[in-house]
């Protein structure tokens, strides 16, 4: 039976449709009288979203926290409407919408103290089952991912490339990402003065949007790395645990790899692409690569969760003779 599309994710393509135009007249016609009337039908859908979330607590699908996020929006945005109202119903958005934050941002501290005493393996494990109290679960996966990448970014640069990596099979020292990273700061200043040039006629504030995706950029990459050295593939007790950073995971029993050997020899990047068409590549660019071929299929855990099952894999690796020779060691 083909599963129903709940009514609520129907609001979805009207708000993406309308907040699409609202942008480009932003851009392009600031003083446009549409965008009053866009305006208000994105906080209509807004609404209706809320009373969804509403019912849906009602019926005990959702916890109550998680009406919180979506109620501040249409709070918020009633400014953008409402800027010829009285200083009495300013006020009273102004002291909602502050509550409403309040108790978000206090509500999410608890969370985030409380994750640590949640299960899992992994900090984004803990923090998003803690986070899906106010978004749903993917959101709150991404959100919880991108705060381990931007922690394990600053760690990193305060110090952290000191520290040796943890025991296991590593695939950062021969990565190609290692030696893009010390350039990446003397780019920065180039960067900045292109962006300016290319943009002088945009808004200040989408020049300063453009600057802070530059650094977010950088730190990401920093991140990723810092993430790559922190978590090296396992071989142990009979278990093969694969990662590729915070990017993709995945664990299967050592028995179930029927060979493995380096990626063969292809005459064109066509035939590469042909062969590896499909496969979950667990790689960082750089490293010697291998093909995991198993008897069972699994599943490749990536930023949205569990891929498509695979009974083939690519994996990087520093030492892949040392790899393949620890896959060839009986259990214990």
């Given at each position: 039976?083909?599963?129903?599309t709940?009514?609520?994710?129907?609001?979805?393509?009207?708000?993406?449709?309308?907040?699409?135009?609202?942008?480009?007249?932003?851009?392009?016609?600031?003083?446009?009288?549409?965008?009053?009337?866009?305006?208000?039908?994105?906080?209509?859908?807004?609404?209706?979203?809320?009373?969804?979330?509403?019912?849906?607590?009602?019926r005990?699908?959702?916890p109550?926290t998680?009406?919180?996020?979506?109620?501040?929006?249409?709070?918020?945005?009633?400014?953008?409407?409402?800027?010829?109202?009285?200083?009495?119903?300013?006020q009273?958005?102004?002291?909602?919408?502050?509550?409403?934050?309040?108790?978000?941002?206090?509500?999410?501290?608890?969370?985030?103290?409380?994750?640590?005493?949640?299960p899992?393996?992994w900090?984004?494990?803990?923090?998003?089952?803690?986070?899906?109290?106010?978004?749903?679960?993917?959101?709150?996966?991404?959100?919880?991912?991108?705060?381990?990448?931007?922690?394990?970014?600053f760690?990193?640069?305060?110090?952290?490339f000191?520290?040796?990596?943890?025991?296991?099979?590593?695939?950062?020292?021969?990565?190609?990402?290692?030696?893009i990273?010390?350039?990446?700061?003397?780019?920065?200043?180039?960067?900045?003065?292109?962006?300016?040039?290319?943009?002088?006629?945009?808004?200040?504030?989408?020049?300063?949007?453009?600057?802070?995706?530059?650094?977010?950029?950088?730190?990401w990459?920093?991140?990723?790395?810092?993430?790559l050295?922190?978590?090296?593939?396992?071989?142990?007790?009979?278990?093969?645990?694969?990662?590729?950073?915070?990017?993709?995971?995945?664990?299967?029993?050592?028995?179930?790899?029927?060979?493995?050997?380096?990626?063969?020899?292809?005459?064109?990047?066509?035939?590469?692409?042909?062969?590896?068409?499909?496969?979950?590549?667990?790689?960082?660019?750089?490293?010697?690569?291998?093909?995991?071929?198993l008897?069972e299929?699994?599943?490749?855990?990536?930023?949205?969760?569990?891929?498509?099952?695979?009974?083939?894999?690519?994996?990087?690796?520093?030492?892949?003779?040392?790899?393949?020779?620890?896959?060839?060691?009986?259990?214990?």
């Amino acid at each position: 039976m083909a599963r129903l599309t709940r009514p609520s994710s129907l609001l979805w393509g009207p708000f993406l449709a309308l907040g699409g135009v609202a942008l480009a007249l932003r851009l392009r016609a600031p003083g446009h009288p549409a965008l009053t009337w866009i305006t208000t039908s994105l906080l209509a859908l807004m609404a209706l979203r809320v009373v969804a979330l509403v019912r849906d607590w009602r019926r005990g699908r959702i916890p109550g926290t998680r009406i919180l996020l979506p109620a501040l929006l249409p709070v918020e945005g009633l400014g953008l409407v409402l800027t010829q109202a009285s200083r009495l119903a300013l006020q009273l958005r102004l002291g909602t919408a502050l509550a409403l934050e309040l108790l978000l941002l206090i509500l999410a501290v608890r969370a985030l103290r409380n994750a640590r005493s949640l299960p899992g393996a992994w900090p984004e494990d803990r923090i998003a089952a803690a986070f899906e109290a106010f978004v749903p679960p993917r959101a709150a996966r991404l959100m919880a991912l991108e705060l381990v990448m931007l922690g394990s970014a600053f760690r990193f640069l305060l110090g952290g490339f000191r520290e040796a990596a943890p025991a296991g099979f590593t695939h950062h020292r021969e990565a190609a990402l290692r030696a893009i990273l010390p350039a990446v700061p003397l780019m920065i200043p180039g960067d900045f003065l292109l962006m300016k040039a290319l943009s002088t006629g945009l808004a200040p504030w989408l020049r300063w949007l453009l600057h802070g995706s530059t650094v977010y950029a950088v730190l990401w990459l920093v991140g990723l790395y810092a993430t790559l050295k922190a978590r090296p593939h396992q071989i142990r007790e009979g278990c093969v645990q694969l990662h590729l950073g915070l990017m993709k995971a995945c664990s299967f029993p050592v028995a179930l790899v029927t060979s493995a050997a380096p990626l063969p020899e292809f005459e064109d990047d066509w035939a590469r692409h042909a062969y590896m068409k499909g496969v979950p590549k667990l790689v960082a660019k750089g490293n010697a690569v291998l093909e995991l071929r198993l008897s069972e299929p699994i599943r490749v855990r990536g930023l949205l969760g569990p891929g498509r099952p695979t009974q083939r894999l690519a994996v990087s690796v520093d030492a892949p003779s040392a790899f393949l020779a620890a896959l060839d060691r009986p259990c214990a």
